[in-house]
């Protein structure tokens, strides 16, 4: 019964995206719509999968702890339902008879949290409101955080659409296909929430800068904040640079958009500087204890097969400035081929390699532009920021490839803008042609290539397995 209910919201769903406006593409119509956003399901059930192999016991997979959690505060609502909802909303939530529902979890409470919010609670909470409708079937659970993700990146895709006008296929791999936003993103992790967050904030503050301010649209951009400081607030304090120099290109226009760009993110290390006065957070030394507590907890662990060596932060500015380099290259470049022990640090050491060879392309296939536009400086500072942030706290190669999923489509879309395809393309055909006169150069190697027979020429063909 639960998965005819399952086949119901499916159905329910795309019906959704073919009628709602928002899911229209200039370019696209809705059967490669449709074909994404089940692409994307595919994905999450893909990771509940390699979970459930991965993870029997359940008490050890992410996906499982989440869900199970949800369960338990789903089951107050026979018993009591305002314990339920007291959860669930986070209004009361802290009433001493509570303690009963949240000792039984297993990612309610969580050991380290920096003076900042729980983040895993929002996706425990997420599974018990999903729970009333799902009759405990998990994939109707990995369905909606799809569906989600897939909002999410959307909002993201249609913003930029508009600028890729001959790289509409380019644009619409860099949103949604890197493997690890195909995979990490789609299913019962604090990632799908965090995409559909941010991709929808960054789509209302676009329509906002370009005058379109409704209602609803403050309302999103509200939720979107709201979600994105109880899933993953490291991510907003990445993206806040960026969305500044949105706003400031916006409000004062400058003859060069670079220079706006380079003093935002000075001001950025001003308050970096001084963060304890400012904000009354000392932001390096929160940085440095979150590096230092993860390294604590991988040691804690009797099998790690992908740890990285990582010196120990100083919890001061000059600290991070030291290591930022190391912690570019281990975000950008890690896992390498080299470091391949699994199917699944295969995938993202291929990831990797893809990213080395795009970067390669935006140097040698260099497209000449006079400015380029306000979108492409956002991506380059928010992903060069949560990039940091990442590299410098994450010593485990499978936490470092999951915890940078949200930036790489920005990744990918900022190399399209430097990317001339044309020129890749005229590369190709030159290389053809070449290869085209060296064998008619060689009419014997050509003679070869062409699969004719002489018997003037060796080959493997000559010998006689038979009496081998």
Known sequence: MSYLLLLFYLSALLYLIKKVSFFHSLHFG????????LLKFLGGLALYFVYYYIYPDRISGDVFKYFDDGNILFSALRQNPADYFRMVTGIGADAPHLIQYYDTCHFWIKEFNYGLLNDNRIVIRFNALIRLISMGNIHIHTLFMSFLS???????????EPQFKDKKWGLLLAVFFFPSVWFWTSGLLKEGLLMFAFGMLFYFACRWLRGNITGWLLLGMAVSVAILIFSKFYVLVAALPAFMYLILNRYWKWKFPIAQFLLVHLLLLVVLWFSKPIIGLDFPKIVAQKQHDFINFTNSLTQVGSQIEMKELEPTFWGMVQQTPQALVNSFFRPSVLEIRNPLTALAAIENLLILLLLLGAVFFFQQKNNLPPLFWFSVSYVLILFVLIGLTTPILGALVRYKA???????????????????????????HKASEIRNQYPVTNHIFNGASSHNIFTPFDIDTDNQ
Do not use: N, Q
């Open 150 to 160: 897939f909002t999410g990146l959307w909002g993201i895709f249609k913003v930029f």
């Open 406 to 432: 949200p930036a790489l489509p920005f990744l990918g879309i900022a190399l399209l803008y430097l990317i001339d395809f044309s020129k890749i393309r005229t590369f190709l055909r030159f290389k053809r």
């Open 30 to 37: 809705f059967k490669i719509t449709a074909a994404v956003f």
